[in-house]
């Protein structure tokens, strides 16, 4: 009996911190807002995406250069730097860019220097493998007419269990034919975090 009662604890406590260890998940809509540490993040993204683009847009190069050309400028995203004190997926943040300067529908979108490679790649395959009616011409692309770059710095500041984490995105748009930054925009974020464990 004595080994019976002692078998039975055993298990209840082995089930007991398996419960304890599992894992529990539970899906949330994309576009719902979740800070967990006050790290960047998705919203963060998008968000700054969608203000600065905005603001580039309707600024006074726009205009002036359709006056000036009576067409659409032609726009690459370049590179993002992260120079803050933690990982950022910048590619996260320049797709986020790509995607609302696409969908504005005021700019043509010039694919990127890794899309452009594989493109041409290709156009070299069809070159040599593809029928003349079918295949590609290279040296027909469309140059872009300015380029999109830029970095995201932060401040972190720490006392005990609070912490206030500054972001600022700084963005410029410089004119491919004379090195001309025709734009520049800025975007400040401040979260206050407050945790027993801050990660620095």
């Not at 599992?22 to 993040?41: F, K, P």
């Not at 770059?149 to 720490?158: E, F, L, P, R, V």
Request: net charge negative; glycine share 6%; charged share 25%.
């Amino acid at each position: 009996m004595n080994k019976l009662f002692k078998l039975v604890l055993g298990s209840i406590l082995v089930s007991t911190l398996l419960v304890g260890c599992s894992t529990s998940v539970e899906r949330i809509d994309a576009g719902q807002t979740v800070d967990l540490s006050g790290a960047w993040n998705d919203t963060d993204s998008q968000m700054v995406a969608q203000e600065m683009i905005s603001d580039v847009l309707a600024r006074p190069w726009y205009n002036n250069f359709t006056a000036k050309t009576g067409k659409a400028p032609a726009v690459i995203v370049g590179t993002v730097r992260n120079l803050s004190h933690e990982h950022i997926n910048t590619r996260t943040f320049v797709n986020e860019m790509e995607r609302e300067l696409i969908n504005s529908g005021r700019v043509e979108f010039v694919a990127s220097s890794d899309e452009r490679n594989e493109i041409r790649e290709e156009r070299i395959d069809q070159d040599l493998n593809s029928s003349e009616s079918t295949r590609k011409a290279a040296g027909q692309e469309q140059g872009a007419d300015f380029i999109l770059k830029g970095q995201i710095n932060t401040i972190i500041d720490t006392a005990d269990s609070e912490q206030v984490r500054y972001y600022q995105v700084d963005l410029s748009l410089i004119s491919l034919a004379d090195n001309r930054k025709v734009w520049v925009g800025q975007k400040k974020l401040k979260k206050i975090v407050s945790n027993g464990k801050l990660r620095y």
